[in-house]
T-cell receptor, first 110, second 114 residues
Framework: RKEVEQDPGPFNVPEGATVAFNCTYS??????FFWYRQDCRKEPKLLMS???SGNEDGRFTAQLNRASQYISLLIRDSKLSDSATYLC???????????FGPGTRLSVLP | DGGITQSPKYLFRKEGQNVTLSCEQN?????MYWYRQDPGQGLRLIYY???????QKGDIAEGYSVSREKKESFPLTVTSAQKNPTAFYLC?????????????FGPGTRLLVL
């Protein structure tokens, strides 16, 4: 089993749609969780950290379920500019080992 | 402006040649990392360094070497032993290895083999 798995994608959705991505992880010792977005041929950029209580940033909501070892990202009212690959990222307690998922590509269509 | 810079943006390597990718940061971050990304794939860790003059192998260190003589700089050398070097190379840094801070990435270097 891969350490981090994500929805294979791609997701093609119309503007204004709500879309959800899932990510599962195998290492129960993982302590910190993040969502990054990566535009085509660019570097990944932090979208948001994911906290146990769940957190929201505008149209984006992240959830963490430690018992089931998955995290999710919900995008509401999607915009054309949301088109990117979304990477699920974990790190251990010491912040020394960051593990990246393969990413899920999203295309928001006009 | 604070940030991470990588150079060059594109690099061409001939067979049997060693090439060095530059990574510099002025964020005063302790930890620095090198990743490799192949098309349609996630990032894989090559090397990381938590402090000056110390570095550790990642998952795919074979055929690569690094140095960390200065806090600001973490160059990566792709040696001739790396048989499939064509990829997108990303350098990252983070503030404190003990606090699981997020990583910030440079713009990347695309390495192509001639």
């Amino acid at each position: 089993r891969k350490e981090v798995e994500q929805d294979p994608g791609p997701f093609n959705v119309p503007e204004g749609a709500t879309v959800a991505f899932n990510c599962t992880y195998s290492n129960s010792a993982s302590q910190s969780f993040f969502w990054y977005r990566q535009d085509c041929r660019k570097e990944p950029k932090l979208l948001m950290s994911v906290y146990s209580s769940g957190n929201e940033d505008g149209r984006f909501t992240a959830q963490l379920n430690r018992a089931s070892q998955y995290i999710s990202l919900l995008i509401r009212d999607s915009k054309l500019s949301d088109s990117a690959t979304y990477l699920c990222v974990l790190s251990d307690d010491y912040g020394q080992n960051f593990v990246f998922g393969p990413g899920t590509r999203l295309s928001v269509l006009p | 402006d604070g940030g991470i810079t990588q150079s060059p943006k594109y690099l061409f390597r001939k067979e049997g040649q060693n090439v060095t990718l530059s990574c510099e940061q002025n964020l005063n971050h302790d930890a620095m990392y090198w990743y490799r990304q192949d098309p349609g794939q996630g990032l894989r860790l090559i090397y990381y360094s938590q402090i000056v003059n110390d570095f550790q192998k990642g998952d795919i260190a074979e055929g690569y070497s690094v140095s960390r003589e200065k806090k600001e700089s973490f160059p990566l050398t792709v040696t001739s032993a790396q048989k499939n070097p064509t990829a997108f190379y990303l350098c990252a840094s983070s503030t404190d290895s003990g606090s699981a801070e997020t990583q910030y990435f440079g713009p990347g270097t695309r390495l192509l083999v001639l």
